[in-house]
């Protein structure tokens, strides 16, 4: 079992950037890969970035090329996600979820991101 926690959501004004932590626990070894998905209201959970645990390859969806970076801190088994020139369009729940050699089937509670001025 593997445990998720999110958090350092908030509200930001456009263009601004925050920083979401993913704080990770339990049977760690078992992870291929943590990544952050969001979900809008009405809309779909889509995938926004990935880190692979031991190797530190990183994917991002296109939409948030070039504004995030996901990383790792591996002594605070912790992944973050920078966010920076954030958009109204970026507003979601974000959520961190982690994968083993098939699909994506932990998740933490989600942490609320909203752009706006």
């Known amino acids: 079992q593997v445990s998720l926690v999110e958090s350092g959501g908030g509200l930001v004004q456009p263009g601004g950037s925050l920083t979401l932590p993913c704080s990770v626990s339990g049977e760690t070894f078992t992870i291929y890969a943590v990544g952050w998905f969001r979900q809008a209201p009405g809309k779909e959970r889509k995938f926004v970035a990935a880190i692979t645990w031991t190797c530190g390859n990183t994917f991002y969806a296109d939409s948030v090329k070039g504004r995030f970076t996901i990383s790792s801190d591996n002594a605070k088994n912790t992944r973050y996600l920078q966010m920076n020139s954030l958009k109204p369009e970026d507003t979601a729940i974000y959520y961190c979820?982690?994968?083993?050699?098939?699909?994506?089937?932990?998740w933490g509670q989600g942490t609320q991101v909203t752009v706006s001025s």
């Open positions: 979820g982690c994968r083993g050699t098939s699909n994506y089937d932990s």
